[in-house]
């Protein structure tokens, strides 16, 4: 058994683990370890074996479908609202997406035979799991209509307002680069619209650190995806959604 | 021999549990015809029954508010219509279109929930499949994104041929944009560059897959990435002959 040293305080900002009863987290908490997820780490290959699944605390974990190429695009993204594996649970051995770091931060990992054993308890965890699931699945079928009919500069509104969702503050840290991956499309793409964004007052870019100075103003470019995808976690995960 | 998803058979998610749960699936479930054109579901509303085809198929299809629509995967006979509920969710996000009409094992929601308690094979079986689903669903994002229309419908005719087990498909421009989510005359150029390629023939809204293996060819690899996924999680098809 190894038991993680220093876990002195609960850190509860993972909103899927403050869903469970007290004495089902009670239960998990000794075996939840505390990891730092740095900017670009790769927390599983498409292909490979997941041996944790990750419960973000402040990280944001992006969940990419990666081409015979090399080419990839974002299907989804998973900050302190979900978790990072289910695949684990619903018997696929090996995980079909590219999970990476897209925001640095920290969460709890926790081993996969551990998830496992809570999901066939059939207690909370379970129908928690399974409900994510289908959050998940929304946002990825959702995702595949937005790239096939929306402007590049609908899709960058649609992904800053998930990531700001998912973030304490209103700065993210990211560059051009990194989102011209997240949304498969070229890098001169993103400047463009990012430009547009900065020239009409609604971010600030400066080296890297993107700044959201007016989220209304981005709510109101955005196309529809963004609340579809929105609603769905708040009906299927949000505090009512267990009783 | 090019990848298959499907050998003439019963639906394949019933294959391979023990025959206690098929009887007790068989006693709950009744047969069903589906007409081509059914919407069985709209997105948002509750899923009254789960379908299991067995030779009809059913597209899974995201729309969006201006009438722009998508289809994210299909179920055929490889697969059913309804997981949300295996998530114990009980509305559908997607509408579920019959786009192949035919013969299906059918369900009344609450029944199949608790057969799911009674039914553990069965029930491990489906989440499995639900892997495979996300997978696709997964998959078509990038296509979508990435491939061609010409190889898209390459692969989407592939994933037609194979659940309506006819070399023949009645099939409109018309629709197939709506499924592919591209113009109609995206589909007309596409479809004349497979004709010219000789791999399919096409006339006045039916097309017939004339070289399927240069049809594969032609196809992104999603297709192929499709069946192997399957076969990998699910088994491969079971063929009745055998």
Not at chain 1, 58 to 77: F, H, K, Q, W, Y
Not at chain 2, 167 to 176: I, R, V, Y
Not at chain 2, 202 to 221: F, K, N, P, Q, W
Request: contains cysteine; negative net charge; hydrophobic residues 45%.
């Amino acid at each position: 058994m190894s038991a993680p040293q220093s876990a002195p305080q609960y850190d509860p900002r993972n909103q899927l683990l403050a869903l469970l009863p007290e004495d089902e987290l009670a239960r998990l908490q000794p075996h939840l370890e505390r990891v730092a997820l740095p900017l670009g780490k790769s927390l599983s290959e498409s292909g490979g074996v997941m041996h944790h699944v990750y419960f973000p605390l402040d990280a944001i974990v992006s969940l990419l479908c990666v081409m015979e190429n090399g080419a990839s695009t974002e299907i989804a993204v998973v900050g302190n609202e979900g978790i990072v594996g289910v695949s684990l649970f619903m018997g696929g051995e090996t995980t079909p997406s590219r999970a990476i770091v897209q925001s640095a931060g920290e969460a709890y990992r926790l081993k996969g035979q551990r998830i496992k054993d809570e999901f066939y308890r059939a207690g909370t965890m379970q129908r928690l799991l399974l409900r994510y699931t289908q959050a998940l699945l929304t946002q990825m079928a959702q995702t595949a209509v937005c790239n096939r009919h929306h402007s590049v500069d609908q899709q960058l509104c649609r992904w800053l307002l998930l990531s700001l969702d998912r973030l304490p503050g209103d700065q993210l840290i990211m560059t051009q680069e990194l989102i011209a991956n997240m949304l498969g499309v070229r890098r001169e793409g993103v400047t463009e619209s990012a430009g547009k964004l900065q020239r009409a007052g609604l971010i600030a870019y400066h080296r890297g650190h993107i700044t959201v100075i007016d989220r209304p103003g981005l709510e109101a470019r955005v196309c529809e995806c963004y609340a579809v995808v929105k609603r769905e976690y708040d009906r299927l995960l949000g505090p009512e959604a267990l009783l | 021999m090019t990848p298959s998803l499907i050998v003439p058979a019963a639906n394949q998610l019933l294959s391979r549990i023990p025959p206690q749960e098929l009887a007790v699936f068989m006693m709950e479930s009744e047969p069903v015809t589906l007409t081509f054109g059914d919407v069985l579901v709209e997105p948002g509303a509750v899923i009254e029954k789960v379908y299991f085809p067995i030779d009809s198929f059913i597209s899974l299809i995201v729309g969006l508010d201006d009438g722009d629509t998508l289809e994210v995967t299909m179920a055929g006979r490889e697969g059913m219509m309804g997981a949300s509920l295996l998530l114990g969710v009980q509305e559908s996000p997607l509408r579920a279109l019959v786009q192949g009409g035919g013969a299906a094992l059918c369900i009344e929601a609450a029944r199949f929930q608790s057969l799911l308690l009674t039914c553990p094979v069965l029930h491990k079986r489906l989440l499995r499949y639900l892997y495979v689903l996300m997978n696709q669903i997964a998959h078509t994002v990038a296509c979508t994104h990435f491939h061609q229309v010409e190889a898209r419908l390459a692969r989407w005719l592939l994933m037609t041929q194979d659940r309506a087990g006819s070399d023949s498909l009645q099939l409109t421009h018309e629709f197939l944009a709506v499924m592919l989510g591209v113009r109609r005359a995206g589909i007309t150029q596409a479809a004349t560059a497979l004709q010219a390629r000789g791999v399919i023939r096409y006339h006045r809204g039916s097309i017939t897959v004339i070289d399927r293996a240069g049809l594969v060819e032609a196809s992104c690899g999603c297709y192929a990435h499709d069946c192997s996924l399957y076969a990998q999680v699910l088994g491969a098809p079971l063929d009745p002959s055998s």
